[in-house]
């Protein structure tokens, strides 16, 4: 144990993982070259090669590819346990995961009612899309979509609307009015997940032949508010995530009583077996999620 490169192991396993140096030094923060060091001391260690020279991309001999998916498990392994004994580590601790978007616009600026409201509860925040939630090491889940996912346990939380949101200034100078039509003339920003998708909004309010190929594709909810935001044209906001921006007057809603509700859009998800250890924090979790609702219904 005391000359194993431990380093060099991690670096390698992740290259196997990536299948290649550049994503591996992405993941570990360092450079290139500094991957490429670990990588040769490795190999020089070993005695074997671990890698073929001269292939068109990286590929492991077979010899490192062995060492590098056995490398790998290990890793992972090591991964959940220490993640599970730091979530365990006192009866206060909560641990949640939410969408990039909804965590900037929604979640975040409520956390420090949460502390207010609850000093002993312990909230670690993590930003994460899958709804495969890891028993020993995730209390709790808000997502968007349809709910009744298999495998977890899901409850709706909150409903949302969907309508058209500008900059002031953007909305001035292209001369919007409170007449649909006007969206002929006007840039539109698109939100990547179809179900905020302005063909949802067009179906009920028009106008007739909107075209809506045109315009960015951005890949969250809070990109495209930040483009509105910046003047960059009209946006189909969920209006839970825009109502801060709304609220300072950095966006505007130009239709107002034009919308399109969509029921249980947020949903919050526990794992089915909440795993060893997570018995002591339950009462915790269940704060937590009194308080979800509570702001929710605000």
């Known amino acids: 144990m005391k000359t194993l490169p431990l380093n060099a192991l991690r670096a390698f396993a992740l290259v196997y993982a990536h299948g290649g140096v550049r994503a591996a030094a992405r993941e570990l923060g360092v ?3 500094s991957v ?13 090669p671990l890698f073929e020279r001269g292939a068109a991309s990286w590929t492991p001999t077979r ?5 590098g998916r056995r490398v790998l498990v290990q890793l ?11 979530e365990v580590r006192r009866s206060f601790s909560v641990t949640v995961t939410v969408a990039p978007s909804f965590a900037t616009r929604w979640l975040l600026p409520r956390l420090p009612a949460l502390e207010r409201a609850h000093p002993r509860v312990e909230l670690s925040v993590l930003v994460n899309q899958e709804l495969d939630l890891p028993s020993d090491g995730i209390d709790l889940a808000v997502r968007m979509g349809a709910g009744n996912w298999p495998n ?3 409850e709706p939380l909150m409903d949302d609307r969907l309508y058209p949101v500008a900059s002031p200034g953007y909305w001035q100078a292209s001369g919007g009015t409170d007449d649909v039509a006007c969206l002929h003339d006007v840039r539109l920003l698109h939100d990547r997940d179809p179900t905020a998708g302005w063909d949802h909004w067009l179906q009920l309010h028009g106008p007739a032949n909107l075209s809506i190929g045109r315009g960015p594709r951005l890949a969250s909810s809070d990109l495209v508010l930040q483009a509105a935001e910046l003047g960059q044209g009209v946006a189909l906001a969920r209006g839970r995530l825009a109502a801060g921006a709304l609220a ?20 919050l998800v526990r794992p089915r077996d909440p795993g060893a250890g997570k018995v002591a924090n339950r009462q915790a979790v269940d704060t937590v999620i009194r308080w979800l609702k509570d702001q929710a219904a605000h």
Do not use: K, N
């Open 36 to 48: 490429s060091r670990h990588l040769a001391e490795l190999e020089a260690w070993m005695g074997v």
């Open 31 to 33: 450079s290139h070259s």
């Open 152 to 154: 977890v346990r899901s």
């Open 63 to 67: 010899q490192g590819a062995e060492l």
């Open 76 to 86: 992972e392994d090591m991964l959940a346990a220490t993640r599970a004994t730091r």
């Open 248 to 267: 300072s007057g950095a966006l505007i809603r130009p239709f107002r009583d034009l919308e399109v509700r969509v029921p249980d859009a947020y949903w």
